[in-house]
């Protein structure tokens, strides 16, 4: 055995041995915290929830510090002292996102009704209470299914040339041009997909078309990038094992490296839909807004629920509760999307035995 081994060994032993606070010990010093604070703010008047929230964080920080330097040492002290700054930035993260959905809930769950799902705004004017967002979904759905039907085989495929086939200028510029595009402002892509259709079909020509390449613009580098990094992180020893056996370089790639990091592209393309799921820019200025269904994505306005949300809340009075309400549907089908999307990668992940 090696010196350092010993060494290790050694290490490890003696702090083993060190006395260790109680499971309970955090919760009480927690709870004495909690209780001090809201005293001494009480005793001031000062007694607002965020104030002794924030005091009782700071007191439970320091207490807690302080007693394990005392009974656990220094190791165990900046130990407890990092986890519990951890796990404060993690609430402080918490908060908008805890705030923007109570928020969209409180609002728009009133609103949620059969009728608001299942009816479309034909015939609907001014403050009249009818009305829906039938329309709006599936024109949202159909969309987005465009668009990723256009950005997941391009942004797969550049991701697969820049991992396993790019080198030189070539792939530097792809690169270059990749990160340059994954910070274009919404408006500028849809300020593409209205030039680019303007040209091919005139003016006025509106299609969900247009709306659907207008988001595969911000969707593809995303997906590239996510792509990437995913097949960056599969090991090289299974590709040299796939090439020992004989098989192809392209089947190697499409039966091997994909198969392996589907979990991560799975993951990447949501984050992709997600990226443009809400965008109201880019559809305000290529497909508009529509009263009815449109199921053709060739021809016609559409009403998607980005933009429905975004004129009922500029008509004011009842269109306000459709705006909540069309932000919480919004909010639903992202939900469902990412639920199916953790299902599909755990189906086709490569199984691994224990």
């Known amino acids: 055995m090696s010196q350092a081994t010993v060494t290790s060994a050694g290490t490890a032993g003696v702090f083993a041995s060190m006395p260790r606070l109680a499971k309970w010990a955090p919760w009480a010093v927690l709870g004495g915290s909690l209780v001090f604070s809201y005293g001494l703010l009480a005793l001031l008047s000062k007694d607002s929830i965020a104030s002794v929230i924030a005091l009782t964080v700071a007191i439970y920080a320091a207490a807690l510090t302080l007693i394990s330097y005392r009974y656990e040492g220094s190791r165990y002290a900046t130990d407890r002292f990092a986890t519990t700054m951890v796990t404060v930035a993690f609430g402080l993260a918490l908060i908008p996102l805890v705030s923007l959905l109570w928020t969209v809930i409180k609002n728009g769950a009133g609103v949620i009704t059969f009728d608001f799902l299942n009816t479309n705004m034909v015939g609907v004017f001014g403050e009249m209470t009818e009305g829906g967002i039938y329309h709006a979904i599936w024109g949202t759905i159909l969309v987005t299914l465009a668009a990723t039907a256009i950005s997941v085989p391009i942004g797969i495929l550049t991701a697969i040339y820049l991992v396993e086939y790019g080198r030189g200028a070539l792939a530097r510029g792809v690169t270059f041009f990749v990160d340059v595009m994954t910070g274009i402002p919404s ?117 998607t629920l980005p933009v429905f949300a975004y004129r009922q809340y500029q008509q004011g009075g009842i269109g306000v509760d459709r705006a909540w309400g069309a932000a919480l549907v919004l909010i639903v089908i992202v939900m469902v999307l990412n639920i199916l999307a953790r299902m599909i990668s755990k189906y086709f992940a490569p199984k691994l035995e224990r």
């Open 187 to 303: 408006i500028v892509a849809g300020l593409f997909a209205f030039s680019l259709f303007t040209l091919l079909f005139g003016p006025a020509y509106r299609a969900g078309i247009m709306g659907a390449t207008a988001l595969a613009v911000l969707m593809t580098p995303v997906v590239i990038r996510s792509v990437e990094e995913m097949l960056r992180l599969v090991p090289n020893e299974l590709r040299e094992a796939s090439y020992a056996l004989g098989v192809t370089k392209a089947r190697t790639i499409f039966k091997v490296v994909l198969r392996t990091a589907i979990g991560g592209i799975v993951t990447g393309v949501m984050l992709a839909i997600a990226r443009v799921i809400g965008e109201t820019a880019p559809l305000l200025l290529t497909i508009g807004i529509a009263a009815d269904v449109n199921w053709n994505l060739l021809e016609g306005r559409m009403a």
